[in-house]
């Protein structure tokens, strides 16, 4: 298990030229979710980027994103050990499921624990037996799951989401929900949601920041 610590954002401000696109001040304890909520062009993407260390150079921005004692601002992103899901699962389609998730586990480990690991973690999101599954033959929702234990078994110390739920009917919706959000919790891993949707806010529990700005 990762060490949890709270994810600070101290005055993080996002510009687009010289014109503020927007900021947030914020502190996230471990197992809890700030949402950002807002129309679409409103700069929760752009935030979101920011915090994982890949805006880009048409933006500028200010402030310290830390997590516990750690300043986060400047590393690069695969040095912030932040687990990052997005509105499509982004499963490697040359890779089996096993595969996929066996990419998340940190290198080194004997061949028999990564494989138990695997076989444990699909067996935590019901989906025993689909090791050797192509991604491709699986639902949208089972796609969903894998992509989530992917990233858990990566140990991130925090997580972003990004509309992580906007492509999913109604029904696998729900269930991802109840999934994602209970596995936060149990990990202690503060979260930064980004969404258009209210029932993501409500299902997360948290804190809610309603972004208006019509700038970018």
């Known amino acids: 298990m990762p060490d949890t610590s709270a994810l600070l954002l101290d005055e993080v401000a996002i510009f687009q030229g010289p014109h503020p696109l927007v900021e ?11 949402t950002l909520m807002g129309p679409s062009g409103v700069g929760k993407s752009t935030l979101l980027a920011q915090v994982a260390g890949f805006l880009s150079p048409a933006f500028t921005a200010h402030g310290r994103i830390r997590l516990g004692d750690e300043d986060l601002t400047r590393l690069a992103p695969e040095h912030r050990r932040l687990g990052l899901l997005f509105q499509d699962p982004l499963l490697f389609p040359h890779l089996s499921v096993a595969g996929n998730l066996a990419f998340g586990l940190p290198a080194g480990g004997r061949r028999r624990a990564r494989r138990g690991r695997v076989e444990a973690a699909l ?59 209970a596995r936060i919790r149990a990990r202690g891993l503060p979260t930064l949601m980004v969404t258009h949707d209210r029932e993501d806010a409500e299902a997360a529990g948290g804190r809610v920041i309603e972004l208006t700005t019509s700038t970018g």
């Not at 110390?157 to 009917?169: S, T, V």
């Open 123 to 181: 067996h935590d999101i019901g989906l025993s037996g689909f090791a050797d599954r192509d991604p491709a033959t699986l639902s949208g929702g089972q796609q969903a799951r894998v992509a989530l234990m992917r990233v858990l078994l990566a140990e991130p110390r925090a997580m972003l989401l990004d509309e992580p739920f906007a492509k999913l009917d109604a029904a696998r919706r729900d269930e991802m929900r109840r999934l994602v959000f």
């Open 24 to 34: 947030v001040n914020a502190r996230i304890a471990p197992g809890d979710v700030l």
